[in-house]
């Protein structure tokens, strides 16, 4: 029976040429000052550009698209580290033997720890000798003491709290940090002391926020997780310490210290791996997108602002890369 042999391969071959190109892509440019329509609707809006919605007749994109991913963010930030969330504290101190109770409010705005520990010392009235300092030992914490004799506590705000006679109204959640927590405090804050300090902390009440958008992320298969109590689909998540020129290489107890967060700044982020944002291809885009920015304890970000006209604060931009594939 014959048997064909098969034959030697040839060494010389080559493998046929397949040209490779990348997807191609488009543009999808968000700005939050859309949320208007012209500049005689901004003067005169209230409404958040952090809690928006862009709203037109017509799709805003069509095509085989199968994919979305944010590549920057030109994010300005303009929230105060001292805000309604953060301004106000308890305390109780004794002078010879009497107890008195109390609430500090400070002014609303930015603060280095510098001037929050000169600011919250000034607020205290003149027989308690009251003096806190920040960077002592050239340590990131509050250092507090009061006269010979005194002593001194502080307390956390109550939660979800009305006004009551002279106590001031916390109509926030237990997932709010506040200002006995952007000092750095704990339970032993909390006891009667003639001297005391808190723990590290850089006064930064928020460390990031996260982007969201319902309508872009609602149909990828895989969902968002995160170690907090509430996730989100999100589009993206930007960090504070993309902050130029805030990120202090100084020590704690130098007067510039300033970390990020507590000076107003522009955040920017250039993704070099983007999120991908999986999409139905014969699905448009709608012309009807919420955007919403969350702070990292969950709440809408326009919370942590002075009670002024929220229309006038700095809009943020977003571009975004649809792809075919």
């Given at each position: 029976?014959?048997?064909?042999?098969?034959?030697?391969?040839d060494?010389?071959?080559?493998?046929?040429?397949?040209?490779?190109?990348?997807?191609?892509?488009?543009?999808?440019?968000?700005?939050?000052?859309?949320?208007?329509?012209?500049?005689?609707?901004?003067?005169?809006?209230?409404?958040?550009?952090?809690?928006?919605?862009?709203?037109?007749?017509?799709?805003?994109?069509?095509?085989?698209?199968?994919?979305i991913?944010?590549?920057?963010?030109?994010?300005?930030?303009?929230?105060?580290?001292?805000?309604?969330?953060t301004?106000?504290?308890?305390?109780?101190?004794?002078?010879?033997?009497?107890?008195?109770?109390?609430?500090?409010?400070?002014?609303?705005?930015?603060?280095?720890?510098?001037?929050?520990?000169?600011?919250?010392?000034?607020?205290?009235?003149?027989?308690?000798?009251?003096?806190?300092?920040?960077?002592?030992?050239?340590?990131?914490?509050?250092?507090?003491?009061?006269?010979?004799?005194?002593?001194?506590?502080?307390?956390?705000?109550?939660?979800?709290?009305?006004?009551?006679?002279g106590?001031?109204?916390?109509?926030?959640?237990?997932?709010?940090?506040?200002l006995?927590?952007?000092?750095?405090?704990?339970?032993?804050?909390?006891?009667?002391?003639?001297?005391?300090?808190?723990?590290?902390?850089?006064?930064?009440?928020?460390?990031?926020?996260?982007?969201?958008?319902?309508?872009?992320?609602?149909?990828?298969?895989?969902?968002?997780?995160?170690?907090?109590?509430?996730?989100?689909?999100?589009?993206?998540?930007?960090?504070l310490?993309?902050?130029?020129?805030?990120?202090?290489?100084?020590?704690?107890?130098?007067?510039?210290?300033c970390?990020?967060g507590?000076?107003?700044?522009?955040?920017?982020?250039?993704?070099?791996?983007?999120?991908?944002?999986?999409?139905?291809?014969?699905?448009?885009?709608?012309?009807f997108?919420?955007?919403?920015?969350?702070?990292?304890?969950?709440?809408?970000?326009?919370?942590?602002?002075?009670?002024?006209?929220?229309?006038?604060?700095?809009?943020?931009?977003?571009?975004?890369?649809?792809?075919?594939?």
């Amino acid at each position: 029976m014959f048997y064909p042999v098969a034959p030697l391969p040839d060494t010389n071959s080559r493998q046929v040429a397949q040209t490779i190109r990348m997807p191609s892509t488009a543009l999808l440019t968000i700005d939050s000052e859309d949320r208007h329509t012209n500049y005689e609707d901004a003067r005169f809006s209230n409404v958040s550009p952090y809690n928006f919605t862009i709203s037109k007749t017509e799709s805003l994109m069509s095509g085989f698209i199968t994919r979305i991913g944010v590549s920057e963010v030109v994010f300005p930030w303009a929230v105060p580290n001292i805000n309604p969330k953060t301004c106000t504290i308890n305390y109780t101190y004794t002078i010879d033997g009497t107890p008195t109770n109390g609430t500090l409010t400070l002014a609303q705005g930015f603060y280095n720890p510098g001037q929050l520990a000169t600011a919250i010392q000034q607020g205290f009235p003149g027989p308690l000798g009251f003096t806190m300092t920040y960077g002592t030992g050239n340590k990131p914490a509050f250092f507090y003491s009061v006269g010979d004799g005194n002593t001194i506590a502080f307390q956390p705000m109550v939660y979800n709290s009305p006004a009551f006679g002279g106590t001031p109204a916390y109509p926030y959640p237990d997932t709010t940090k506040q200002l006995f927590d952007l000092l750095g405090f704990a339970d032993g804050n909390t006891e009667q002391v003639e001297a005391g300090s808190g723990g590290y902390t850089l006064c930064q009440p928020i460390r990031y926020v996260d982007f969201v958008c319902n309508q872009l992320t609602n149909s990828q298969a895989q969902k968002d997780q995160t170690s907090q109590t509430v996730a989100r689909d999100m589009l993206c998540r930007l960090y504070l310490a993309t902050a130029p020129g805030q990120t202090s290489t100084i020590g704690p107890n130098v007067t510039g210290f300033c970390p990020p967060g507590c000076a107003p700044t522009i955040l920017y982020a250039n993704f070099n791996t983007p999120k991908q944002i999986q999409w139905i291809p014969n699905q448009n885009i709608p012309g009807f997108l919420q955007f919403q920015v969350y702070d990292d304890t969950g709440q809408l970000l326009d919370g942590s602002f002075p009670a002024v006209n929220l229309g006038r604060y700095l809009d943020w931009s977003m571009t975004m890369l649809v792809s075919e594939s």
